[in-house]
């Protein structure tokens, strides 16, 4: 078996050689994404979708929960929509696909492939909203967005991706306010209460944020090599759109006005930071909540009088709890090489079931996360795995905490910024002035960007890092997926 093992590490590049590579290697090796032959499309497989299901289950929920409804607006956008928001158009107009013709005849009006959807569905709230009474709209869309990329990364950047986009509209800023930074608390929840991730919340300034929005708020995540993750976004677009689209409602007193406007999302980019934030060089690590499969049972010399049944009663057992087991009982794979596999694959725990553990009334329990081994009574392995799971999810999201801390620094000026990123990439906490230059220093010479100007600000110096001038904000500044 330790030969098996060997040789399987060695199909996977270190991180610590290639991160890149390893990336590549632990996508490829788990079957989760194959290349189209559109270049730039890729093909999500079952385990890479399974992963989004999960994602989207958990997202839908909490949206239901909070009052929104699931909407679907068309692919198609007329570029006379997509040219009523000016600074909206300017944003996204190097990555729009563009329809020219239908069949063999040239359309009269180009059509883009949305790439995002706040133009087409302005245009539909404009026609449908009339009286106060019908707000707030909390609407949310499930769907495929096309951007042309030039350069492209299983889940980091593909020219068609999946996610959701909300769109709100409401009476006053204050509530369309309070949606913003409700749907940004959803996202935070799924980073750190179900992907085992943790992030910095905070707003974007003024140079990153979203095309056409007045703020926009963003969960920062770090990855094993040092850079940031933009893990889901939340804006309150006032009434940019609304004004631009002509939405227009009769308020309380009598007067006809604009809503205000929010939208709000996050994409499968999330698995490539689950990926990057919790992966090893034996392959995936997956949080429990997250995992299509949280246990796998594999019986050892299954032909033994009781094993197989043994196995079979304890997977009814997790069923039971709800638990998402799967039993692998075939025979054309040795039980090292199914270690190997599910190990790779990022299970969170494995059980093993042979004739000596039935003697002993255990069975054999493989952590994902640790690779620690324990034996676990049979008789109150239902309760001991469902604690387990949770125990797991823990301590995976207190190890990235860890790690994230580790690579998080305190800078003073520009020198020790670009130090820092040239040599120990990670998070840099450093005072910034506000301006738009001194942040485009920083980019210019560290490659690196301003994040997000967190919540929980602290005072780290009284000057800003680029200027040597009065500070207004603490940042964090990292290089960037």
Same mark, same amino acid.
């Given at each position: 078996?330790?030969?098996?093992?060997?040789?399987?590490?060695?199909?996977?590049?270190?991180?610590?050689?290639?991160?890149?590579?390893?990336?590549?290697?632990? *996508?490829? #090796?788990?079957?989760?994404?194959?290349?189209?032959?559109?270049?730039?499309?890729?093909?999500?497989?079952?385990?890479?979708?399974?992963?989004?299901?999960?994602?989207?289950?958990?997202?839908?929920?909490?949206?239901?929960?909070?009052?929104?409804?699931?909407?679907?607006?068309?692919?198609?956008?007329?570029?006379?929509?997509?040219?009523?928001?000016?600074?909206?158009?300017?944003?996204?107009?190097?990555?729009?696909?563009?329809?020219?013709?239908?069949?063999?005849?040239?359309?009269?009006?180009?059509?883009?492939?949305?790439?995002?959807?706040?133009?087409?569905?302005?245009?539909?709230?404009?026609?449908?909203?009339?009286?106060?009474?019908?707000?707030?709209?909390?609407?949310?869309? /499930?769907?495929?967005?096309?951007? /042309?990329?030039?350069?492209?990364?299983?889940?980091?950047?593909?020219?068609?991706?999946? /996610?959701?986009?909300?769109?709100?509209?409401?009476?006053?800023?204050?509530?369309?306010?309070?949606?913003?930074?409700?749907?940004?608390? *959803?996202?935070?929840?799924?980073?750190?209460?179900?992907?085992?991730?943790?992030?910095?919340?905070?707003?974007?300034?003024?140079?990153?944020?979203?095309?056409?929005?007045?703020?926009?708020?963003? *969960?920062?995540?770090?990855?094993?090599?040092?850079?940031?993750?933009?893990?889901?976004?939340?804006?309150?677009?006032?009434?940019?759109?609304?004004?631009?689209?002509?939405?227009?409602?009769?308020?309380?007193?009598?007067?006809?006005?604009?809503?205000?406007?929010?939208?709000?999302?996050?994409?499968?980019?999330?698995?490539?930071?689950?990926?990057?934030?919790?992966?090893?060089?034996?392959?995936?690590?997956?949080?429990?909540?997250?995992?299509?499969?949280?246990?796998?049972?594999?019986?050892?010399?299954?032909? #033994?009088?009781?094993?197989?049944?043994?196995?079979?009663?304890?997977?009814?057992?997790?069923?039971?709890?709800? *638990?998402?087991?799967?039993?692998?009982?075939?025979?054309?794979?040795?039980?090292?090489?199914?270690?190997?596999?599910?190990?790779?694959?990022?299970?969170?725990?494995?059980?093993?079931?042979?004739?000596?553990?039935?003697?002993?009334?255990?069975?054999?329990?493989?952590?994902?996360?640790?690779?620690?081994?324990?034996?676990?009574?049979?008789?109150?392995?239902?309760?001991?795995?469902?604690?387990?799971?949770?125990?797991?999810?823990?301590?995976?999201?207190?190890?990235?905490?860890?790690?994230?801390?580790? #690579?998080?620094?305190?800078?003073?000026?520009?020198?020790?910024?670009?130090?820092?990123?040239?040599?120990?990439?990670?998070?840099?906490?450093?005072?910034?002035?506000?301006?738009?230059?001194?942040?485009?220093?920083?980019?210019?010479?560290?490659?690196?960007?301003?994040?997000?100007?967190?919540?929980?600000?602290?005072?780290?110096?009284?000057?800003?890092?680029?200027?040597?001038?009065?500070?207004?904000?603490?940042?964090?500044?990292?290089?960037?997926?």
């Amino acid at each position: 078996m330790a030969k098996e093992k060997k040789e399987f590490v060695k199909e996977i590049t270190r991180m610590e050689d290639d991160f890149a590579q390893w990336y590549t290697d632990v *996508i490829r #090796k788990t079957d989760m994404i194959d290349y189209s032959p559109v270049k730039g499309f890729l093909v999500l497989k079952p385990y890479g979708y399974a992963l989004w299901e999960n994602i989207q289950g958990f997202l839908d929920r909490r949206f239901k929960e909070t009052g929104h409804e699931n909407v679907y607006f068309p692919l198609l956008i007329p570029e006379s929509l997509l040219n009523k928001e000016k600074e909206h158009v300017e944003g996204f107009a190097p990555e729009v696909a563009w329809v020219t013709h239908g069949g063999s005849e040239e359309l009269q009006e180009r059509l883009c492939i949305r790439p995002t959807s706040e133009t087409i569905i302005c245009s539909m709230y404009a026609k449908w909203l009339k009286s106060y009474r019908e707000l707030p709209y909390l609407y949310n869309q /499930w769907a495929s967005v096309v951007r /042309w990329e030039k350069e492209t990364r299983p889940f980091l950047r593909h020219r068609e991706f999946l /996610w959701q986009e909300g769109h709100t509209l409401h009476e006053t800023y204050e509530e369309a306010q309070e949606e913003t930074l409700r749907m940004l608390g *959803i996202y935070r929840e799924l980073a750190e209460d179900f992907l085992a991730i943790p992030v910095v919340s905070g707003i974007k300034s003024d140079k990153e944020k979203f095309a056409g929005a007045e703020s926009t708020y963003t *969960i920062e995540a770090l990855m094993h090599d040092g850079k940031a993750l933009q893990s889901g976004t939340s804006h309150n677009l006032a009434k940019h759109f609304t004004e631009a689209f002509e939405i227009t409602y009769l308020d309380r007193d009598g007067l006809l006005k604009n809503p205000y406007h929010t939208s709000w999302g996050s994409s499968t980019r999330l698995i490539g930071a689950v990926i990057m934030a919790h992966g090893d060089n034996r392959g995936l690590i997956l949080p429990p909540r997250l995992a299509p499969v949280q246990v796998v049972i594999i019986p050892i010399m299954p032909h #033994k009088e009781g094993v197989l049944e043994k196995a079979r009663a304890v997977e009814g057992l997790l069923k039971d709890r709800g *638990i998402r087991v799967k039993l692998d009982d075939s025979e054309n794979n040795s039980p090292g090489w199914k270690f190997n596999e599910y190990e790779m694959k990022g299970v969170p725990v494995r059980l093993e079931i042979g004739p000596r553990d039935l003697a002993d009334n255990v069975a054999m329990v493989a952590r994902r996360d640790n690779l620690q081994k324990s034996a676990c009574s049979l008789d109150t392995i239902d309760e001991t795995i469902a604690r387990l799971l949770d125990t797991i999810h823990q301590d995976m999201f207190d190890k990235a905490l860890k790690e994230r801390e580790e #690579k998080t620094f305190t800078v003073k000026n520009l020198e020790e910024l670009k130090d820092q990123m040239e040599n120990r990439p990670g998070f840099a906490k450093m005072m910034w002035c506000g301006s738009g230059a001194c942040e485009d220093r920083i980019k210019m010479e560290t490659a690196a960007t301003i994040r997000c100007i967190p919540f929980e600000e602290e005072k780290v110096g009284d000057c800003c890092a680029v200027c040597g001038g009065e500070a207004k904000h603490m940042v964090y500044v990292a290089k960037a997926y």
